[in-house]
Nanobody, 120 residues
């Protein structure tokens, strides 16, 4: 069994910062891409940032220069540092991992989501 557990969401004022973390656990052989997605009320889930196993990162245009994704392969963790937050960043944020289990099964795994609310 494999799971992703997020932490770090909450309520912050415009211009503030939050750091999200996600830890993968279970019978994991290797992790390829890890990413953060978000879904605002009434909107589709969208990619916020992704990072490959060798550290190459990619960002949505709306968060470039404000958010930074990082990962710790040894600890099987991915983090998202969010600065200069604006109300439009309000959403449920989901951790994602493309991984192989010990039985070499490829899984696209999601966390349960963590709420980020930015007040104006």
């Amino acid at each position: 069994q494999v799971q992703l557990v997020e932490s770090g969401g909450g309520l912050v004022q415009t211009g503030g910062s939050l750091r999200l973390s996600c830890a993968a656990s279970g019978s994991i052989f290797s992790i390829n891409d890890m990413a953060w997605y978000r879904q605002a009320p009434g909107k589709q889930r969208e990619l916020v940032a992704s990072v490959t196993d060798n550290g190459y990162s990619n960002y949505a245009d709306s968060v470039k220069g404000r958010f930074t994704i990082s990962r710790d392969n040894a600890r099987k963790m991915v983090s998202l540092q969010m600065n200069s937050l604006v109300p439009e960043d309000t959403a449920v944020y989901y951790c994602y991992a493309d991984l192989f289990t010990m039985s070499y099964r490829n899984l696209n795994t999601w966390g349960q989501g963590t709420q980020v609310t930015v007040s104006s």
